[in-house]
């Protein structure tokens, strides 16, 4: 199984910048994405981005431009930049991790992943 930490919680401006890092452990092999979603207070959990094995990176409309997945292999950790924050961004985001083949997955959804993070608290003040 794949145990997955987040970090990077914190209080920021609108405007201003915070990384997410995303630690995994345990049996990280064979794995197929890893994502990031974000819940906000009365609202359903919501894609931000993925990195697939393959390296390719998708972003939800809502952060593209501003948001960047990438990941440190070495390290088993999957990051995510974000920059311009607004206060639409203020959410628990969460990390995700999509293992184990067989059925098709499409990374936009929750159902396509496997293992997740306890989520970490991002906080944009206007």
């Known amino acids: 199984q794949v145990q997955l930490v987040e970090s990077g919680r914190g209080l920021v401006q609108a405007g201003g910048s915070l990384r997410l890092s995303c630690a995994a452990s345990?049996?990280?092999?064979?794995?197929?994405?890893m994502g990031w979603f974000r819940q906000a207070p009365g609202k359903e959990r919501e894609f931000v981005a993925h990195v697939r094995s393959g390296g390719s990176t998708y972003y939800a409309d809502s952060v593209k431009g501003r948001f960047t997945i990438s990941r440190d292999n070495a390290k088993n950790t999957v990051y995510l930049q974000m920059n311009s924050l607004k206060p639409e961004d203020t959410a628990v985001y969460y990390c995700?991790?999509?293992?184990?083949?067989?059925?098709?997955?499409?990374?936009?959804?929750?159902?396509?992943?496997?293992?997740w993070g306890q989520g970490t608290q991002v906080t944009v003040s206007s």
């Open positions: 345990g049996r990280t092999f064979g794995w197929l994405a």
């Open positions: 995700a991790c999509a293992a184990g083949g067989g059925f098709y997955r499409n990374y936009e959804t929750q159902r396509a992943y496997d293992y």
